[in-house]
């Protein structure tokens, strides 16, 4: 397809990282953009025997094919920024809207501490007071900034170009379903609706120009920050089965809960839905570990994954099987 949008169906780290670098890979796309809300994302990506961790590029850089694009709806930290594309050495094919937002150290600070970090639990980012000040039209945007000047680009033009041309894009959301401003469990949320239709406001993507949504689902749930978790389980309970998790930008230990169908249903439909990536199944299911096809699952793992498209009404086409790229089962045509 085209066009394909990710996005997180849960409280994001649902491993969209990984689904999309495999994407990526998979497709090649000429294209792989990023939205959402900004570096308060962190994306985990193992390839062999290699880790990396993404805040600011989209998670597709692995496709040395790929140009990397940033919206214009997304907030940029200059410094992560600058630190990725030197580590993973893309400063030929890194471009960052004219308009995507700056991150300062006025943002930081104002994140590292206060209502923010202590009531939200936010990421201390910046990202939240950076949209703020783009809310109060005071915010620089990337085209102020000398050291952004040689990424600059107009990427709804770029993305839209490439579909004319009949080429793949691949489009990065970040957070997920309930952590978004407008449809999460507000105030317990991120500071823009990273919902599918949000995602494609960020790099200007118009709704008929969209082809898929796949909606990403861990096989549990699990949760930063504060903010309602319904089923919430124990911190030995977590540990117990194996679920317990610690955050890629933050350090926390992630809260942990069953896989929940009436969420999945909700994301399902807020985000419009054609596909489901399901991930860590091998974490549920650990006799699933590595396998690359549905036939090779075991009858939980399989029921499991049909209670899913049941409950939905979509299919779930990518089951993640392990952290590596390709411990994946890809059941699309
Ligand atoms: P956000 O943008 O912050 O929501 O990040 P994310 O959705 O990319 O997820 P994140 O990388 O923060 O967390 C997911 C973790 O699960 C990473 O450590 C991945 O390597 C790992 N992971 C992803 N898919 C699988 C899978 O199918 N099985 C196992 N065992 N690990 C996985
Ligand atoms: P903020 O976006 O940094 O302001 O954080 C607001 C809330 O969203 C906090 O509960 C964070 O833990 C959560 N959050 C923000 N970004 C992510 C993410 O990428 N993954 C998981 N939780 C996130
Ligand atoms: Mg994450």
């Known amino acids: 397809m085209p066009s394909l949008v990710v996005v997180g169906g849960f409280f994001g780290d649902e491993g969209k990282g990984k689904i999309i670098s495999y994407l990526a890979q998979k497709d090649n796309p000429s294209i792989v953009v990023r939205g959402g809300a900004g570096p308060n994302a962190g994306h ?12 600011m590029l989209p998670s597709g850089f692995l496709n040395k094919n790929s140009r990397l694009m940033i919206g214009p709806g997304v907030v940029v930290n200059p410094d992560v920024l600058h630190k990725e594309v030197s580590e993973f050495g893309v400063e030929k094919r890194t471009f960052v809207d004219y308009q995507a937002g700056v991150i300062e150290k006025t943002h930081t600070d104002a994140d590292s501490g206060g209502r923010l970090k202590e009531k939200i639990g936010s990421t201390g980012s910046g990202t939240g007071p950076a949209n703020a000040d783009r809310a ?4 620089k945007m990337a085209k102020d900034i000398p050291s952004l000047k040689q990424y600059l680009a107009d990427v709804p033009l770029e993305i839209n170009a490439s579909l004319e041309r009949d080429e793949n894009v691949l489009v990065e959301g970040t957070q997920g379903t309930f ?6 469990t507000y105030p317990f949320v991120t500071s823009k609706d990273v919902t599918a239709s949000g995602i494609c406001a960020d790099i200007g993507l118009g ?9 990403v689902f861990k096989s549990y749930v699990t949760r930063v920050g504060e903010g309602l978790l319904e089923g919430e389980l124990s911190k030995d309970e977590t540990a117990s089965r194996g679920w317990a998790e610690i955050g890629t930008v933050t350090g926390r230990q992630r809260r942990a809960a069953d896989f929940n169908f009436d969420m999945a249903r909700r994301a399902v439909m807020l985000n419009g839905a054609t596909q489901i990536g399901l991930t860590k199944l091998d974490v549920l299911f650990s006799e699933c570990a590595h396998k690359q096809s549905f036939d090779a699952l075991s009858d939980q793992a399989k029921e499991f994954v049909t209670k899913i498209e049941d409950a939905t ?7 993640g099987t392990g952290p590596g790229v390709n411990d994946i089962i ?3 045509d």
């Open 313 to 319: 009404n979509v299919p779930v086409t990518l089951i």
């Open 179 to 184: 952590l978004s401003l407008f449809h999460g």
């Open 136 to 139: 109060m039209r005071t915010l």
């Open 330 to 332: 890809d059941l699309r």
């Open 207 to 215: 709704p008929t120009n969209v082809d898929d949504v796949m909606v």
């Open 44 to 55: 985990t990506i193992e390839d062999g025997d290699k880790k990396y961790k993404v805040r």
